[in-house]
DNA sequence: CGTCGCATTGATATCGCTCAAATCCGGTGG
DNA sequence: CCACCGGATTTGAGCGATATCAATGCGACG
């Protein structure tokens, strides 16, 4: 993870007033940014690459709270918060920007426009979440897929081209892979969706809900 | 669901600011308060009573994406969206304010004091709301109790008083409410937790995670 | 007192998890 | 160019946890 102050990045999504105040990061795959229990110093905006935000069961194993895109703020929440919640780990080579809290905070408080944007921001991740438990609420796979593809999709058939991989999809939907799989065989199978490659739709235009 | 408009009330937990600004609302059990689609033009503060926000499967059945408690906004998350994204009914007897959505705008733009105070709300909902999707992607019913009592149990026994029933915690947990009584039962049996009426606690001072 | 909904427990079916194994694919090194 | 490696993908088998259906008790409320 090293810093590189001085650089100039144009990003996209960036909110104008925010756009030299934040500090050049990049680092590898593996890298973590931050983690749970440190004193929430800073909130970060993915540039590109990818970062993960996930704590861990007793039994060790990972669980994905957020997969933070290139694009987004990561630890916005972490602004009127003592310490991070979680761990951020890169899931590939990646560049943020960091942006102190207090600075942060600051900006938010002189400048009408960026606190607007920035609320706007945290409704949409609100809404985002919101949506996630909806559908980790669901008793069946299919039915979270199916779910997905009205929540996310494209178009009237519901089209989803997924960022990643089938497993990161699985743990997204609380699944094992096997299970997302299968579940995808089968739909497929009895023609309610289509699959090409990272591709997914439904056959017929949406039945709504 | 009937109009006060001159009623004077002191709401706790409302901002200062919002304090006189607000339109009183009184609605009987089962009464809803907005439905999905509708242009999203208030938001609200539940003042007493409970409201709780659904969306339907397909199958016809409610899930419950939100369980509003007196003292907190909901809908929140509509200042910058068109349309609501959920239904909101009133469990029992409540009473609401409602904050038109242009007024809400004005304010949080003229008030840094109530704009801090905003984003801080947002944040802790959204923060609520993560802790809820990790809580769900956990895969069985007793870590997801034990996962209830951490994030959300006070004192070194992690004391958690059910605001609701426990076929409401069931839902909540994403469980059936028999699985919800069968997994406490046995958690009861093998000595993990404790249970007085509708508190739940560990037995033993809490072994971290 | 009757009814309704929550609480509780039993029986059974099913779905998804786990372990396992085979294949595919991109990258890496010779 | 090819062999090899690791991770993703895919399918099989078996098991266990949870959903579902069912029945009963209990307390609140009219």
Same mark, same amino acid.
């Given at each position: 993870m090293r810093e590189v102050p001085e650089q100039q990045v144009i990003a996209t999504g960036l909110p104008a007033a925010l756009s030299v105040a934040g500090t050049v990061i990049s680092c590898d795959a593996g890298v973590t940014v931050f983690h749970a229990g440190q004193p929430a110093r800073a909130v970060y905006f993915l540039v590109s690459g990818s970062v993960r935000l996930v704590r861990y =069961? #007793?039994? =060790? !194993? @990972?669980?994905?709270?957020? @997969?933070? *895109?290139? =694009? !987004? +703020? +990561?630890?916005e929440a972490s602004l009127d918060s003592d310490c991070y919640h979680c761990d951020a780990i890169a899931n590939e080579s990646s560049e943020l920007l960091q942006f102190l809290a207090p600075a942060m905070r600051n900006h938010l408080a002189s400048d009408v426009t960026l606190s607007r944007e920035w609320m706007a921001l945290l409704a949409r991740q609100l809404r985002t979440a919101r949506t996630r438990v909806e559908r980790l609420s669901l008793k069946n796979a299919a039915e979270r897929i199916r779910h997905l593809l009205y929540s996310e999709? *494209? =178009?009237? #058939?519901? !089209?989803v081209t997924l960022p990643g991989t089938f497993k990161e999809l699985a743990r997204e939907l609380g699944l094992s892979h096997e299970a997302l799989y299968r579940t995808l065989a089968t739909m497929v199978r009895e023609g309610i969706i289509e #699959? !090409?490659?990272?591709?997914?739709r439904f056959k017929e235009s949406a039945s709504r809900i």
């Open positions: =069961g #007793r039994a =060790g !194993e @990972e669980v994905s709270l957020h @997969e933070a *895109r290139p =694009g !987004e +703020f +990561f630890a999709g *494209r =178009g009237d #058939r519901c !089209e #699959r !090409e490659g990272m591709t997914l």
